[in-house]
């Protein structure tokens, strides 16, 4: 009997994991991407003899990645390389002074002394909170698809359970007392797009993830294990088709029915799953008339991520004294959130995520050199910035801080360069406000708040990756193939 048809659209994580898991419940799949390559915001550029990933840096929960590679009969080990990480960050504070974020539990009780001794019973009671946190919103709701009532209602004894309303950063500074630890302890939602001061506390559980799991780095780079992913696909007879733009999802009495492209061809489906970000794709893909529950009011009045600023270089030298990942803290905390996330004003001064992936990995430069992307959370394209004229100006602050602090005379070893803003979000990745991480993960915009991975207003359509359930980042992406899989018809 002929197979019922899926179409994907786009590649990232999530479009490759829920290709995956379609074509092992009986479906003959088909991945339409837009770029020229396959990894969505985990692309690859190659420059200079130099890999910069565009995107995800940080693999934790990798159990989520070797499940992939079982379904297919195959062990993740071989076709991929992953470097666990010690320590997993360096925070670096604008004073100078920092703090490795260990997996050595000794160590982490270290770091804590010798910041404030008295904070080490608190932090004992934060893993207490986080690790519930984990049981309960990661491994008992992470893969919920939550499509209806019952199913939110379901849910509420886990959330009233986990104090959902209170914010990450009131949890932590519940627990701990000194200013540097509270902030050491409450930035990892800003890894996801969401502001410690407004995400829901069941953020929490990225400590216990990170804890349980490890921090780990793909050699060779993130994208290798995109390549992986799409050899899984290859060998079940997948096709990965790129430089085919989707323009359109076709909808005929309610239910979608197939895509069209963007040279005209149209292509038939039994299924639709979108990887794309849901509010582009319900804004620009589907005709206003099929929406009932996700119009463009509706889209357009939602609270949308921060973006990012990137910039990718290599030095003709190496800075031995720069760890694999750095966490680089301006003068202000609190004040920079509100400006990214409730001003959307972009301020003269920010924060860093410095990644060096040449500490770790050789092969991602060449011999002797050393391969860089700063990452600097900005608002989204709701500033009204102009990033034609700003990036460049805004770069050079960036560059003058490093020269300043980690990567002295950083302007004379640049050999090669390359940035991408929030413009190139919204015009690359057709990322809605450029907002890089969909819906700002509140907790009115989670879980059954947030889009669903079985669309509330076309019938035989799905989604996944960052904006949908469970949310952003490589294990929420994972996640949410995951739910999908879940509501989708059994062949």
Same mark, same amino acid.
């Given at each position: 009997?002929?197979?019922?048809? @899926?179409?994907?659209? %786009?590649?990232?994580?999530? &479009?490759?994991? =829920?290709?995956?898991? *379609? /074509?092992?419940?009986?479906?003959? !799949?088909?991945?339409?991407?837009?770029?020229?390559?396959?990894?969505?915001?985990?692309?690859?550029?190659?420059?200079?003899?130099?890999?910069?990933?565009?995107?995800?840096?940080?693999?934790?929960?990798?159990?989520?990645?070797?499940?992939?590679?079982?379904?297919?009969?195959?062990?993740?080990?071989?076709?991929?390389?992953?470097?666990?990480?010690?320590?997993?960050?360096?925070?670096?504070?604008?004073?100078?002074?920092?703090?490795?974020?260990?997996?050595?539990?000794?160590?982490?009780?270290?770091?804590?002394?010798?910041?404030?001794?008295?904070?080490?019973?608190?932090?004992?009671?934060?893993?207490?909170?986080?690790?519930? @946190?984990?049981?309960? %919103?990661?491994?008992?709701? &992470?893969?919920? =698809?939550?499509?209806? *009532? /019952?199913?939110?209602?379901?849910? !509420?004894?886990?959330?009233?359970?986990?104090?959902?309303?209170?914010?990450?950063?009131?949890?932590?500074?519940?627990?701990?007392?000194?200013?540097?630890?509270?902030?050491?302890?409450?930035?990892?939602?800003?890894?996801?797009?969401?502001?410690?001061?407004?995400?829901?506390?069941?953020?929490?559980?990225?400590?216990?993830?990170?804890?349980?799991?490890?921090?780990?780095?793909?050699?060779?780079?993130?994208?290798?294990?995109?390549?992986?992913?799409?050899?899984?696909?290859?060998?079940?007879?997948?096709?990965?088709?790129?430089?085919?733009?989707?323009?359109?999802?076709?909808?005929?009495?309610?239910?979608?029915?197939?895509?069209?492209?963007?040279? %005209?061809?149209?292509?038939?489906?039994?299924?639709?799953?979108?990887?794309?970000?849901?509010?582009?794709?319900?804004?620009?893909?589907?005709?206003?008339?099929?929406?009932?529950?996700?119009?463009?009011?509706?889209?357009?009045?939602?609270?949308?991520?921060?973006?990012?600023?990137?910039?990718?270089?290599?030095?003709?030298?190496?800075?031995?004294?720069?760890?694999?990942?750095?966490?680089?803290?301006?003068?202000?905390?609190?004040?920079?959130?509100?400006?990214?996330?409730?001003?959307?004003?972009?301020?003269?001064?920010?924060?860093?995520?410095?990644?060096?992936?040449?500490?770790?990995?050789?092969?991602?430069?060449?011999?002797?050199?050393?391969?860089?992307?700063?990452?600097?959370?900005?608002?989204?394209?709701?500033?009204?910035?102009?990033?034609?004229?700003?990036?460049?100006?805004?770069?050079?602050?960036?560059?003058?801080?490093?020269?300043?602090?980690?990567?002295?005379?950083?302007?004379?070893?640049?050999?090669?360069?390359?940035?991408?803003?929030?413009?190139?979000?919204?015009?690359?990745?057709?990322?809605?406000?450029?907002?890089?991480?969909?819906?700002?993960?509140?907790?009115?915009?989670?879980?059954?708040?947030?889009?669903?991975?079985?669309?509330?207003?076309?019938?035989?359509?799905?989604?996944?990756?960052?904006?949908?359930?469970?949310?952003?980042?490589?294990?929420?992406?994972?996640?949410?193939?995951?739910?999908?899989?879940?509501?989708?018809?059994?062949?």
């Amino acid at each position: 009997m002929k197979k019922p048809k @899926a179409i994907v659209i %786009g590649s990232g994580f999530g &479009g490759l994991a =829920a290709a995956i898991r *379609l /074509s092992c419940k009986g479906y003959d !799949v088909e991945v339409f991407e837009k770029l020229d390559m396959p990894g969505g915001r985990a692309y690859v550029h190659k420059q200079d003899g130099f890999t910069f990933d565009a995107g995800p840096t940080i693999i934790t929960a990798p159990q989520l990645l070797e499940e992939l590679w079982a379904l297919c009969g195959k062990k993740m080990s071989d076709d991929i390389t992953l470097k666990a990480m010690e320590p997993f960050y360096r925070l670096r504070f604008d004073d100078g002074s920092w703090f490795d974020y260990s997996g050595d539990e000794e160590t982490m009780r270290r770091e804590i002394a010798r910041f404030n001794p008295a904070d080490l019973a608190g932090y004992d009671r934060f893993v207490k909170a986080a690790d519930q @946190a984990c049981q309960l %919103g990661f491994e008992e709701l &992470g893969g919920v =698809a939550f499509n209806s *009532l /019952s199913d939110l209602l379901a849910a !509420v004894p886990s959330m009233l359970r986990m104090k959902a309303w209170e914010s990450l950063y009131t949890l932590v500074a519940r627990h701990i007392s000194d200013p540097k630890l509270r902030i050491v302890f409450s930035f990892h939602p800003l890894l996801i797009g969401g502001n410690p001061f407004s995400v829901t506390r069941v953020y929490s559980l990225i400590n216990t993830l990170e804890r349980r799991w490890g921090v780990h780095w793909s050699m060779g780079g993130t994208g290798q294990l995109i390549k992986g992913l799409v050899g899984l696909l290859n060998a079940r007879g997948v096709n990965v088709r790129c430089n085919a733009s989707v323009t359109r999802i076709n909808v005929e009495n309610g239910r979608a029915c197939g895509v069209t492209l963007e040279n %005209g061809e149209r292509h038939d489906a039994d299924i639709v799953i979108s990887n794309g970000d849901p509010a582009w794709t319900y804004k620009n893909l589907v005709s206003r008339e099929h929406r009932t529950h996700w119009t463009d009011r509706k889209i357009e009045k939602s609270k949308y991520s921060m973006s990012l600023f990137v910039w990718y270089f290599g030095t003709r030298k190496r800075y031995e004294d720069v760890p694999h990942h750095m966490i680089m803290l301006g003068p202000r905390y609190r004040e920079l959130l509100d400006d990214i996330f409730k001003k959307h004003h972009l301020a003269d001064d920010f924060s860093l995520y410095l990644h060096r992936p040449s500490a770790s990995d050789p092969s991602v430069a060449p011999e002797g050199h050393d391969a860089f992307y700063v990452l600097a959370p900005v608002p989204h394209l709701g500033s009204n910035t102009d990033w034609k004229s700003r990036a460049e100006p805004f770069r050079q602050l960036v560059q003058s801080y490093l020269e300043k602090t980690v990567l002295p005379n950083l302007g004379r070893e640049i050999v090669t360069s390359k940035l991408m803003t929030p413009q190139d979000f919204h015009d690359r990745l057709w990322s809605y406000k450029g907002a890089a991480f969909g819906l700002e993960p509140i907790l009115l915009q989670s879980a059954s708040f947030r889009f669903h991975n079985r669309s509330e207003d076309v019938d035989s359509l799905y989604m996944v990756g960052a904006g949908t359930h469970p949310g952003a980042g490589v294990p929420g992406v994972l996640m949410s193939a995951k739910a999908m899989s879940t509501v989708v018809p059994n062949v």
